[in-house]
């Protein structure tokens, strides 16, 4: 079956330092999303990245999706506390797909 | 968007004992989905939760351990039968909105189930 993988498992930066995620998934993806989930609460959704080789920006977050659509990343520049969270990415497969394969998800700690 | 509440929120309970948690969401959704979350892991889906039909499970999940009910497109339920302090995790239901411009999922707050 589809399995996505992501790394790091653990991210721990100075405030004020870059942050990446990366996810790679064994099939080719339809779509991929990513959730951030906070200490002691849910997952909430941050975006869909639908097209080949899409970035998308959400104010210090950068979202790609790779040529293959088997690959993503998030990028936040300038981390600040309020990043502190687990991000994890969630690749869906064919048309049609409804369901979700999430990855490992990588802990964010900022040092202030 | 959707606002979806659980109950629930957290339970202790016995080996060999069986608990039943709610999803109410606060619109009409087609799609609701069950996951399990083990702390500090990743979420793993443990089936879809169809109206008016048989929930469909993931590899791993049957129905005999985990049973679904979805009455109608606002409600479901998941029962953990049988528990076994392997079963001791987060459990969570979301939904995909209808009419929304991604296929996103709304997360409930989840419920926090401990196995002695």
């Known amino acids: 079956g589809q399995q996505v993988m992501q790394i790091p498992q653990y991210q721990h930066v100075q405030e004020g330092e870059d942050f990446t995620t990366y996810c790679n998934s064994s099939?080719?993806?339809?779509?991929i999303q990513w959730y951030k989930q906070r200490p002691g609460g849910h997952p909430v959704f941050l975006i869909q990245?639908?097209?080949?080789?899409e970035v998308k920006k959400q104010k210090r977050l950068t979202f790609q999706f790779g040529e293959a659509k088997k690959n993503s990343s998030l990028h936040i520049t300038a981390t600040q506390t309020t990043d502190v969270g687990t991000y994890f990415c969630?690749?869906?497969?064919?048309?049609?797909?409804?369901?979700?394969?999430f990855g490992k998800g990588t802990k964010l700690s900022v040092i202030p | 968007s959707a606002v979806i509440s659980q109950k629930p929120s957290r339970d202790i309970c016995q080996r060999g004992t069986s608990l039943t948690i709610q999803c109410q969401v606060d619109?009409?959704?087609?799609?609701m989905f069950w996951y399990r979350q083990q702390p500090g892991q990743s979420l793993t889906l443990i089936a879809t939760?169809?109206?008016?039909?048989?929930?469909?499970?993931e590899s791993g999940f049957v129905i005999d351990k985990f049973p679904i009910s979805r009455p109608n497109l606002t409600f479901s339920t998941l029962t953990v039968s049988n528990m076994s302090p392997e079963d001791s995790s987060i459990y969570l239901c979301?939904?995909?909105?209808?009419?929304?411009?991604?296929?996103?999922?709304?997360f409930g707050p989840g419920t926090r189930l401990t196995v002695l």
């Open positions: 979301s939904v995909e909105p209808r009419g929304s411009s991604y296929n996103e999922q709304f």
């Open positions: 099939t080719t993806l339809s779509n």
């Open positions: 990245l639908v097209k080949s080789g």
């Open positions: 969630a690749g869906s497969g064919g048309a049609g797909s409804y369901q979700l394969t």
């Open positions: 619109s009409q959704v087609t799609m």
């Open positions: 939760a169809n109206q008016g039909s048989e929930a469909t499970y």
